[in-house]
């Protein structure tokens, strides 16, 4: 189990100059705890510490690197030595690294590229952003039907050196059409003379290259698959997208919806890397929305002006009513958005995902306002009509949160619009508006005011 | 590419009992989206589907089937085709139906495995919920350090036939302890006469059985791994946790942050599948700890009284100042619980993240005042000073909400307590306390109530 890493005699290696020794050590390491090590350096350091590593390392550490390091060694390396790099980075990884680089440096690096790399790479960077082309390798291992298992076999063990994944491999045709999939372990457990024609799975899942990328993670969640083929418009095969951008996709799109839920435009970088401007530019429009909101809800109880100038304490009990109500709603806005967001509900089920909220939130509602009843009639002893009120009203709010609460994001898709806008913050101040109304109108009825 | 399924077609079948027809078409498809349709069925029905299976596909399919259709096929099979299933089930999908099965049924499903598998089940029952053990499988390829790769090769043809994954083989010595790695791919590009101790990677990444699954799926996507090998605590392999397991927990745990963020505690089954009665248990809980809080805001509120009632227009911008603060608080806090989910923020950020939102809140703040300010003044002429009051409350109570709901989720960790708490709904309610009394005691100053 290697995941500690001696950072301090590493970086001791370094100061003392002991390069043979840090080569050594490094050597031994895996890619991700070798940038680990380097990203944590100065940068001058980063760079003596990348330049020890093994040649077949050194691209495979690079693509671990966060893009101010990449940009850093890039310019503090020469030519050769970057096309070195250029060559050995998977095409997907090298146009992640590409899309974060600033125009001069991809220049440089595209320059240093072969003529073959350079096309692919280019290629890949017009794929929109999100879609499959643009999270898909195009080191992948393609087969023909007319071929042995042997013959297969061999040629694995020819090409599989820069290939990302081996163990899916793809039967195409003379017009690179993809006709079949085979296993490594298929061809593993089938004879030798064997034709691959026989044992490839021929009804496989595939998508196309302008497919959304979190829809190609739902298939890999779906379908426990290790890689996906990817084709163009007309069935051809041009990369395959691999589990492990997948699981990267599938946690990033949760990390989106969280930041959406919370009312902010997601960001592109991690919290701590973002800069303050940025994340306040995020998180204001939103808050601003939703103020002017709170201030519509704000004229409505000015209309009870009356109403609680003649009784101040109804006042006291409007947090814990519009609260209450708002986190009734969210609570169910919650659950409906996740469920879409993993394919468990559907527009399909607005009317069922409705009736279930309806009666859950009855059982809640009871449970809440019956507590609610007691505790005023204690404290506040002769008050029972407003112990009432608050009860009645903390019932119906609750009811219409959580019916709304469940409908708005089934709504808001069938609307083509992201559920996940109709999350706590919208749902609060919608909820508010509907709690204070009902609240004053009731006690308007039963306080006679 | 096959995720559409003419389930009228298959429907069709099965009504006209035309099994042999079914039959093949079934066993054209893959077990995910056979599943799929046998669900859609009526129970009865789905049993005749279930039964024209091919053998080896039928346990494939069984572990894609809801635990209410497993209960209900295991229930009109007959003892010899249960024991079949049970010995073709990976134990891992065995564990995951017993798990969910009733005791008498279990009984059953155990009588008719073999004393090995018997013996394996129960080994595996008895892992904590959540652990590494419980989501591991023990078929698993383990290979010696000084076989040859033309041996390696040859043992996985021989065994690999009910192996889950044959990719990545284990090199374990005569007491089981762990030696060493070796992906089918090195296997691939060596000589036949090379020895595994030479290729073996023995610097690998390993987990134990009590390991947190969640942590476990992390290092999938840390190091981008197919599979972990889990040892115990002495060193000696008893399974493997493959990565589509892990891309099942990454989804579930995410699951479970988006309930218990929402102050939900979270749901064993999919939203549709769990019970209203179920529902409302799980979310009554907090809202009435809430509710309870919201009424300590109250009686706060309560101490102000003689203010609102000299001037009752103050009233209408509570509801704006508190979901604004409440909206606030609640970005930063999901912010902060999410990087903290994905370890991109740890406890030692505590000190950068408070100033970091201090910064941000007051870009935020000064924003968000400004244009209520204007809207005030507009709106009331001659109440200038009313306005003011809003502004300067509304900037202090965003200040105060990010500071707070940026910093809450770290100190909850470095109490061992879950950082999810601290999300929209509790910042909510202790942020609506500090609004108030920030903007009651701003009004009594400014206005002189």
């Given at each position: 189990?290697e ?84 060559e050995?980075?998977?095409v ?35 794929y ?11 080191e992948f ?79 890999f969640?779906?379908?426990?698959l290790?890689?996906?083929p ?41 919290y ?33 002006e ?12 409007i ?5 209450t ?9 919650t ?26 939130s ?25 112990a ?5 009203s ?8 959580k019916?709304i609460?469940?409908?708005l ?14 999350a ?11 709690s ?14």
């Amino acid at each position: 189990m290697e995941n500690f890493i001696d950072f301090e005699k590493l970086g001791e290696l370094i100061s003392t100059r002991n390069y043979r020794e840090l080569r050594v050590k490094l050597a031994e390491m895996n890619e991700v705890n070798i940038a680990l090590f380097i990203e944590e350096l100065p940068v001058e350091k980063a760079t003596v510490a990348f330049r020890t590593l093994p040649k077949g390392l050194a691209a495979d550490v690079f693509a671990n690197l966060s893009s101010d390091t990449q940009e850093y060694i890039i310019g503090s390396i020469n030519d050769q030595e970057l096309a070195v790099i250029v060559e050995d980075l998977f095409v997907d990884d090298a146009v992640d690294m590409l899309e974060e680089l600033p125009a001069s440096v991809v220049k440089r690096v595209l320059k240093n590229a072969t003529p073959d790399t350079r096309a692919l790479i280019n290629q890949f960077l017009q794929y929109p952003e999100n879609s499959a082309g643009s999270i898909m390798t195009a080191e992948f291992t393609d087969l023909r039907r007319n071929m042995t298992v042997e013959d297969a076999i061999k040629h694995i063990r020819r090409t599989g050196e820069d290939r990302e994944t081996v163990y899916t491999c793809y039967v195409i045709d003379d017009r690179r059409i993809l006709d079949g999939v085979v296993t490594v372990k298929d061809l593993l457990l089938s004879e030798d003379d064997c034709s691959i024609e026989n044992i490839m799975n021929t009804n496989f899942v595939s998508v196309t290259t302008l497919e959304d990328r979190e829809e190609v993670a739902k298939l890999f969640a779906k379908y426990d698959l290790l890689s996906i083929p990817v084709v163009d418009h007309e069935g051809r095969l041009v990369g395959i997208v691999t589990v492990d951008d997948a699981v990267d996709v599938m946690e990033q799109e949760a990390t989106e919806d969280f930041e959406k839920m919370a009312a902010m435009i997601p960001s592109e970088k991690p919290y701590l890397k973002t800069g303050v401007f940025v994340l306040a530019k995020n998180r204001i429009m939103w808050l601003l929305v939703l103020m002017i909101s709170g201030m519509i809800t704000g004229s409505i109880l000015g209309k009870y002006e009356a109403a609680f100038a003649a009784m101040p304490m109804l006042v006291t009990f409007i947090p814990m009513l519009t609260d209450t109500g708002g986190n009734a709603g969210s609570q169910s806005s919650t659950l409906v958005i996740r469920g879409m967001a993993v394919s468990e509900i559907s527009t399909k089920d607005l009317v069922a995902v409705m009736w279930k909220e309806l009666r859950v939130s009855m059982l809640v509602g009871i449970a809440l306002s019956a507590v609610n009843f007691v505790r005023l009639v204690i404290t506040y002893p002769g008050n029972e009509l407003i112990a009432l009120t608050v009860a009645l009203s903390l019932f119906a709010t609750v009811v219409i949160a959580k019916t709304i609460g469940g409908a708005l994001p089934i709504i808001a898709k069938l609307f083509k619009a992201d559920p996940a806008i109709m999350a706590a913050p919208l749902i609060t101040t919608i909820v508010d508006a509907f709690s204070l109304i009902i609240y004053f109108s009731v006690a308007e009825k039963l306080l006679h005011l």
